[in-house]
Antibody, heavy 118, light 113 residues
Framework: EVQLVESGGGLVKPGGSLRLSCAAS????????MNWVRQAPGKGLEWIGR??????????DYIAPVKGRFSISRDDSKNTLYLQVNSLKTEDTAMYYC?????????WGRGTLVTVSS | DIAMIQSPDSLAVSLGERATINCRSS????????????LAWYQQKPGQPLKLLIY???TRESGVPDRFSGSGSGTDFTLTINSLQAEDVAVYYC?????????FGQGTKVEIK
């Protein structure tokens, strides 16, 4: 069973930074492309970006509003996905989810809340 | 980007009755090489995280009651909740994972009539 557990969220001031983590288990993490999705309070869902598996080149891809500020990385030895969020803005306040689509199923974490406020 | 449009935006259904939510994608999400539709359905209750209900358009996630079912192919999909229960009050989202960026419907709010 795919299990994903996010951590690292919190309250941060505008312009601040955080590193979110996503611990994975129940599947071969190194083989899968991993995604981050966010949901602002009372709003819909927004895919932020993705990192491919190293065997597929390990490339990352982001939506325009976070390009240059957010960075996705992975440590396959620790089965962990990361999202480094820099230069945070109030509009980045959201629940951040990690997710994956394997060849057999989808997996989502329960999210970690990032609040950007002065 | 593939646009996902749900209908209706909200619906009120009597307890024990059927709720039907539709989702249309702007392009087909059927991958011809494996004949799978890259379409998922989620439930979100107030203050709670997303819960995966259905993937591959019609495969129920483990532990999801069998009153939830998904159907459709290509660009048109349906989530059906048979015999609506009080605990099914929530917002439901469809999502395509055929290509990035993953995109989501705007959500359908299901209430009790």
């Amino acid at each position: 069973e795919v299990q994903l557990v996010e951590s690292g969220g919190g309250l941060v001031k505008p312009g601040g930074s955080l590193r979110l983590s996503c611990a994975a288990s129940g599947f071969t993490f190194s083989k899968e492309w991993m995604n981050w999705v966010r949901q602002a309070p009372g709003k819909g869902l927004e895919w932020i970006g993705r990192i491919k598996s190293k065997s597929d080149g390990g490339a990352t891809d982001y939506i325009a509003p976070v390009k240059g500020r957010f960075s996705i990385s992975r440590d396959d030895s620790k089965n962990t996905l990361y999202l480094q969020v820099n230069s945070l803005k109030t509009e980045d306040t959201a629940m951040y989810y990690c997710a994956t689509a394997t060849s057999t199923t989808l997996g989502w974490g329960r999210g970690t809340l990032v609040t950007v406020s002065s | 980007d593939i646009a996902m449009i749900q209908s209706p935006d909200s619906l009120a259904v009597s307890l024990g009755e059927r709720a039907t939510i539709n989702c249309r994608s702007s392009r087909s999400v059927l991958y011809s090489s494996n004949n799978k539709n890259y379409l998922a359905w989620y439930q979100q209750k107030p203050g709670q995280p997303l819960k995966l209900l259905i993937y591959w358009a019609s495969t129920r996630e483990s532990g999801v009651p069998d009153r939830f079912s998904g159907s459709g192919s290509g660009t048109d999909f349906t989530l059906t909740i048979n015999s609506l229960q009080a605990e099914d009050v929530a917002v439901y989202y469809c999502q395509q994972y055929y290509s990035t960026p993953w995109t989501f419907g705007q959500g359908t709010k299901v209430e009790i009539k």
